[in-house]
């Protein structure tokens, strides 16, 4: 048996249930593994919420790391004692678990567990926003929402190594000066200022080229209006709400943007691309281009309180739980 967060029926942070729960034999393609570190998403409150619906029951969290302790049939890549990172696969809340194999990596010498699993789906998703969704270059400006969220924290240090212009978002002073220090040229207090107004601002008039928004459904309308003619709006997380466009002509009015709601599962669907994609967020932590700061750790039985923590806008950077 397995100690475990299950959720039994959708609803707020308190139908998360610490409990028993059974673990059984890797099968063909399986590995086994005895969780060191589990990160703390968004996605996971979606999920308990029932905003991206489970069968129910189900174990919390798609993220974490920890050791390899049994291997199924067929697993060939990894041996036992082996410590791995993975994202996107459910049951992450919990003190062992079963995993696909094919959807893990290998965490390099000169990265910690806790680290590795705060960035798997954090750094994953950077990746692609920055490299494939719209491959950045230098001399670009972004807005980034949430900047001093754990998304943020590890992108907005990526890009300005890539050479761009950094303005971020964030909803407090502490939270403006945390932007600050990871990589943000200039930081907007949305809670005081109007960043639509500010960002033109900043822009001589013109506006940035792309803006990242996992905020969603408060931000979505102004960030419009932050872009230059043509520029790229990327919508990937829905923090405040979903977002909906009732009338499409407003992109037209608007300069002829573009949108776009992508999602990491599409960006690392086959095992190659998880592997170059994991291959790139490792070095660029340990060459230093990013700095992963795990600013609260949860005991795993205290998941609801790490649950309100979250969706209460109380924490900064990545947050860990330790079973």
């Not at 910690?112 to 490299?131: N, P, S």
Request: hydrophobic letters at 45%; aromatic letters at 8%.
């Amino acid at each position: 048996m397995s100690q475990a967060i299950v959720v039994h029926q959708h609803g707020g942070p308190e139908v998360l249930s610490y409990e028993e729960w059974p673990l059984a034999a890797p099968g063909p393609g399986q590995v086994a593994v005895r969780q060191t570190a589990i990160g703390l998403n968004f996605i996971d409150t979606y999920q308990r919420s029932g905003l991206y619906p489970q069968k129910l029951p189900f174990v919390a969290g798609s993220e974490g790391a920890g050791v390899v302790t049994a291997l199924g049939e067929g697993v060939t890549e990894f041996s036992v004692g082996d410590r791995v990172a993975y994202q996107g696969q459910i049951g992450a809340y919990a003190t062992e678990r079963l995993l696909n194999a094919e959807r893990i990596v290998a965490i390099p010498d000169g990265v910690d567990d806790q680290v590795a699993a705060a960035i798997m789906l954090k750094g994953l998703t950077a990746y692609y926003l920055l490299f494939q969704t719209c491959p950045l270059a230098a001399g670009e400006t972004i807005l980034w929402h949430a900047a001093a969220g754990g998304v943020g924290q590890i992108a907005t240090q990526w890009a300005k190594a890539l050479g761009a212009r950094v303005i971020g978002t964030a909803g407090s002073a502490e939270k403006v000066a945390l932007a600050l220090e990871n990589g943000c040229d200039a930081v907007i207090n949305y809670s005081t200022e109007d960043f639509a107004e500010r960002v033109k601002e900043l822009t001589g008039g013109r506006g940035v080229d792309v803006v990242y928004d996992g905020v969603g459904k408060s931000t979505f309308d102004k960030s419009l209006d932050c872009l230059r003619p043509r520029g790229l709006m990327v919508s990937f997380g829905n923090a405040s709400g979903v977002v909906s466009i009732p009338d499409l002509t407003v992109l037209s009015r608007k300069g002829s943007l573009y949108v776009t709601r992508p999602t990491t599962a599409h960006y690392v669907a086959e095992r190659s691309a998880l592997v170059v994609a994991a291959g790139a967020l490792f070095e660029a932590v340990a060459s230093g281009k990013i700095k992963v700061a795990v600013n609260q750790t949860f005991a795993l039985k205290d998941a609801a309180e790490a649950h309100r923590a979250l969706e209460g806008r109380q924490t900064t950077g990545s947050v860990v739980l330790l079973p």
